[in-house]
């Protein structure tokens, strides 16, 4: 019987030591640490231009001051306004202009950008031909 007792309490004292011990330093919850790293990505963003993340995207070079997608134009040359690639905004297609999307959205209206170029972008038929940016905002 004192064996039961005593390996009871070991398997309590084993329990209770193997609890969590974690200490942050700061009573924080989850959603408070989300929101925080929430904020700083808009931050990050809110000092930056919609051409200057856009131009962070590796398929995006910008000439002229407008973006294009890069493999989609390689070796094809002409106006950089005709080569635009086309503008999709929260699954509504906006058109060819970088000015009317720029004039729209700015920067921390965005959430995450997705160049589409190549087979995929053929989903929109020969509006895809020069590569897809395509928007989401908040």
Known sequence: MKIHYLLILVLALTLT???SSKSTGSDTS????????????DQKYKASTLLNRLAR????????????????VQGKRG???????????????IGRSYTRVAQMY???DIKT????QGPDASFYG???GYGIIKLTTY
């Open 106 to 108: 700015s920067s921390p």
């Open 79 to 93: 106006n950089p306004r005709t080569l635009q690639p086309l503008y999709i905004v929260d699954e509504v297609i």
């Open 17 to 19: 030591a193997c609890g």
């Open 57 to 72: 995207e590796s398929a995006v070079s910008v000439r002229a001051g407008v973006p294009l997608v890069t493999r989609s």
């Open 30 to 41: 989850p959603t408070e640490e989300t929101v925080s790293e929430e904020q700083n990505i």
């Open 113 to 116: 950008i997705e160049v589409i």
């Open 126 to 128: 020969a509006r895809g």
